[in-house]
């Protein structure tokens, strides 16, 4: 015991010993001119500053070897630079681009952190920052904003992402890079995931198995969390959201602060919403939910290692708006708490971010356990099922020392899932399992005359599947236990050329594939109104994706577009039937076909140099999913556009920074459902807003208003499951979103 004492103090000295490193320097823009409150990030540390009012800034602390920095500043393009701190003290002064365009972001989910055109992988970006008054109660359906991305969704509290065409477990959500497990599989379930804390969201769409292995054959959406505070300060804010169509009210409270090495944070979010009004006014039943939640995070960094550890909880209960509910809770009247037919949702996940710097190679060991609990109340205090997924992850990345214009990664995952049914509930949705998995891949990224830059990689997966029998041979509920082996390889291989400043070209073909998961091996049973069937004889479905992209700005316009193709054999889905149990319930059945999607997307942007004041920005998007035999598939999506106007003005009476909008989302008709789906009609939707900021004392008050469904329209969206049951999309929302920010800091600034 006391050698291993000794040997633990021994390596603890090593990693907290040696010279701090420390890099300063000034931010200015073309003129030379200082900018004061400039972002400076290291993605690896978890540690940042901002500039002071002469554009100077300071980090201290500071791991050997080569480091990315960040610098960012609102109206400018962004820039990394990679610096060697072993050197000692390091003088680094940058100049930033104004530009009235900001179309090369920074990206994490590629591999590497680079800027938007440096990555050979197109990664949409979401500043959830810029869109609290998005007047939506479900801030996941702000991704819809992206073209390629739509919602299925179940009113306001159920949703989840489609990515062109493919949805549930064919996309994968990360929660600050972490596989995020909740029982995917369902369009019944939401995604789970607390809006506030989180920064940015990363969306790749396409194969994204190299990195993230199975599940990830559509894509990927990463929900990133905010940023540490500043080296040296302490600050908060709190959050108020008011919703008048579903009287929905959100609170949220949070602090953070940081030191030289120390970072920590917490968060507290409370929501509730009653049953929505559909267009032109009557409640839609059972579409009620509420919860809590609670964040916290904290970190050390040193020369030699970053540590990170972050724990998300949220519980919530959400009405499902289902035929059987439908009566009672009319006659019970519109109400704000779930009291039959509901769900409680628990969510714990704890996971931990670290990176050691061993001289030229940088270390990164992740890990994560998270449990998912989930509760279907018939009544007050019946339970009819009661299941809880307990999920372990790891994950290995050794960064190699890269030459000039290349850069190589080789990485490890895996994952341990139970399972388990509690108290012997009178429905087993899903047979008590285990599920292991295991993966390796490697990528290399290489740069050819500062023009060309070439990704390519390899990943083999292998997945283990064991469940346990539920009932006994002669019942109609029988399953019999299964055990499953999967395994397989993918590739990727990518290219970026950027024939100047202004033109950018990017092509990408990948292979991917994703294993047949629980529910759809093993399913038979009732499953909210729809009785659900699994096939235990599925085999994994394998896609290959090629798409290209062209982007194109001037100072003044960027424009975007893209095509894709995507080939997938034994694609598995489901989809409904003709017939019904005895019971009357409608039978869905998954199946597998070979099949194809194929679509496009296209974007303009314009902001004039010389007319900052105005935005215009419109998108279009075009997703078709057909089998092998022609028929179309289920749940895809229809076309539609998407047209913002933003006015901008520094002060509007006692508003400052403030702004106008007009959002019209026009869909059109859906006309190509599959065989037991009914067509759907278009329609067009407009939105207005109006916000700002407010001066109290040293702080400035961030304040929106916004009208949703200005016209109260009454409209079905191709991909609601309240189709079903006769209901419509929500009717005209007046919704207020209020950010007081509160806190000591060096510095005040506007």
């Not at 365009?101 to 990206?107: C, T």
């Not at 009557?282 to 939640?293: K, L, W």
């Not at 080939?567 to 019971?583: A, V």
């Not at 022609?630 to 400052?656: H, Q, W």
Request: aromatic letters at 10%; one cysteine or more; proline letters at 4%.
């Amino acid at each position: 015991m006391k050698k291993i004492f000794v040997s633990g103090a021994l390596l603890l000295a090593f990693f907290c010993a040696g010279a701090q490193h420390r890099i300063s320097g000034r931010i200015t823009n073309q003129d030379n001119d200082p900018l004061p409150g400039a972002t400076v990030f290291i993605s690896e540390l978890s540690k940042g500053t901002v500039s002071d009012n002469h554009g100077n800034y300071e980090l201290q602390n500071l791991p050997d070897g080569k480091i990315r920095i960040q610098f960012s500043f609102i109206g400018y393009t962004s820039r990394i630079e990679t610096v060697d701190s072993g050197s000692g003290n390091t003088t680094l002064n940058i100049t930033l681009k104004q530009t009235a365009i900001e179309a090369d972001e920074i990206v994490i989910s590629g591999g590497y952190n680079t800027t938007q055109h440096e990555n050979a992988v197109k990664i949409d970006v979401l500043n959830l920052t810029d869109n609290r008054s998005s007047g939506i109660p479900d801030f996941t359906r702000v991704l819809t904003s992206v073209p390629g991305v739509d919602m299925i969704s179940k009113g306001n509290g159920i949703s989840r992402p489609v990515i062109r065409g493919l949805s549930l477990n064919d996309i994968l959500v990360l929660s600050n890079g972490v596989r995020f497990e909740n029982y995917q599989f369902s369009d019944h379930h939401p995604l789970g995931i607390e809006e506030f804390g989180i920064e940015t969201v990363e969306i790749i769409k396409g194969p994204a198995s190299l990195l993230y292995g199975s599940d990830a054959i559509g894509g990927v959406i990463n929900f990133i969390k905010e940023k540490p505070a500043p080296v040296g300060q302490v600050e908060g804010d709190y959050n108020l959201q008011l919703f008048s169509n579903s009287q929905g009210i959100v609170n949220n409270l949070g602090i953070k602060g940081s030191t030289g090495n120390f970072y920590g944070g917490i968060r507290f979010g409370n929501k509730s919403h009653k049953d929505y009004l559909q267009g032109r006014g009557t409640f839609v039943p059972n579409t009620r939910f509420n919860g809590n939640s609670f964040l916290a995070n904290a970190g050390y960094h040193n020369r030699k290692m970053s540590l990170n550890l972050f724990y998300d909880y949220s519980r919530y209960k959400v009405g499902i708006a289902e035929e059987d509910a439908i009566d009672t809770i009319n006659a019970l009247g519109r109400g704000r708490k779930p009291e039959i037919f509901y769900m409680l949702i628990n969510n714990n996940l704890i996971s931990a971010r670290n990176n050691f710097f061993l001289d030229r190679f940088r270390l990164e060991v992740n890990s994560a356990w998270q449990q998912a609990g989930l509760m279907h109340f018939e009544g007050p205090s019946e339970v009819s099922i009661e299941m809880a997924l307990q999920t372990l992850t790891y994950e290995t990345r050794l960064y190699l020392p890269s030459g000039k214009g290349s850069e190589y990664i080789i990485g490890f995952q895996g994952s341990g899932q139970r399972n388990t049914n509690s108290n012997n509930r009178e429905t087993i949705l899903l047979p008590d399992a285990q599920i292991i998995n295991s993966s390796a891949f490697g990528l290399l990224q290489q740069t050819f005359f500062n023009k060309l830059k070439l990704q390519a990689g390899v990943r083999y997966d292998y997945r283990q599947m064991k469940s346990d029998p539920v009932s006994h041979p002669g019942d109609p509920a029988f399953r019999p236990s299964l055990e499953k082996n999967y395994g397989s390889f993918s590739g990727s291989l990518g290219a970026t050329f950027n024939e100047s400043e202004k033109i950018l070209f990017r092509f990408n073909v990948a292979s991917a594939y994703r294993t047949p998961n629980l529910p759809e091996l093993t399913a038979n049973g009732l499953h909210e109104e729809r009785y659900e069937v699994g096939d235990a004889g599925l085999k994994p479905t394998k896609s290959v994706e090629s798409d290209v992209s062209i982007h194109y700005h001037t100072d003044n316009i960027s424009f975007d577009v893209a095509a894709y193709y995507n080939i997938l054999n034994k694609y598995i889905y489901i989809s409904p039937g003709s017939d019904t149990t005895d019971g009357g319930s409608r039978i869905y059945r998954y199946s597998q076909s070979d099949a194809r999607l194929y679509g496009f997307e296209a974007g303009i942007h314009f902001h004039p140099k010389h007319h900052e004041w105005l935005h215009f920005e419109t998108t279009l998007s075009n997703v078709t999913g057909e089998k092998a035999n022609g028929e179309n598939l289920p749940f895809i999506p229809a076309s539609k556009v998407l047209t913002d106007l933003r006015l901008e003005k520094e002060k509007l009476a006692f508003l400052r920074k403030s702004y106008v909008s007009m959002n019209v989302q026009m869909t059109f008709d859906q006309n190509r459902p599959s065989p037991q789906e009914e067509k759907t009609s278009g329609y067009t939707l407009v939105d207005l807003g109006i916000g700002g900021r407010i001066r109290a004392s040293r702080q400035m008050i961030s304040i929106g208003i916004r009208v949703s469904n200005l016209f109260d329209v009454k409209y079905t969206d191709h991909l609601s499951t309240l189709r079903e049951v006769n209901y419509f999309n929500p009717g005209r929302n007046l919704s207020l979103d209020l950010k007081i920010p509160f806190g000591l800091s060096k510095t005040n600034r506007d």
